[in-house]
């Protein structure tokens, strides 16, 4: 009788220490919710209006940032037609130079564009947005723009080193 007591008052233990884990896993998804939900609100991030910038300075930010847009793609298509130059073999030198100097030229122009558009923005918009769009890349930050990924080696993982230009 003693034996069956003892069966009885483990039996009713075991459920008190499951209700007792749940009420604690259910404590600690309620607090990591409640964590995530107040780092979701101070993580909305910064617009532009609140950095103080106007419509008309939106209107020139979103001219350089196509104008960049432009001069990378511009860049990319030059560079496919001087690789078809050095493919070439019975291109003349006089043919090459011509090419090379209108994309000197072109890539000239574009440079001498986006600096006077960046000096105008950087004139009119407040410090702070200077700072933002900066560290986004809006604005030149001496960081090359990436226009794509970098090629991973498949059998590595690893990043193929470029050559020396």
Known sequence: MQNAKRIRNQDSHIPAKHILAILIGVALCGIIAWAQKSSDENQKGITLVDLGVTEEQKVQLEK????????????????KTLNRLAKDSLVEDAEIQETLDKFRAKRKEMRGQIEDIEEELIQALPTKAQLHLTLMGVLDNGIPRRTKKAQTNKNTGEVPKRSPE
């Not at 990378?72 to 030059?78: C, F, L, M, R, S």
């Open 64 to 79: 350089l940032w196509n104008l960049k847009r432009q001069k990378d793609i511009q860049a990319i298509n030059d560079l």
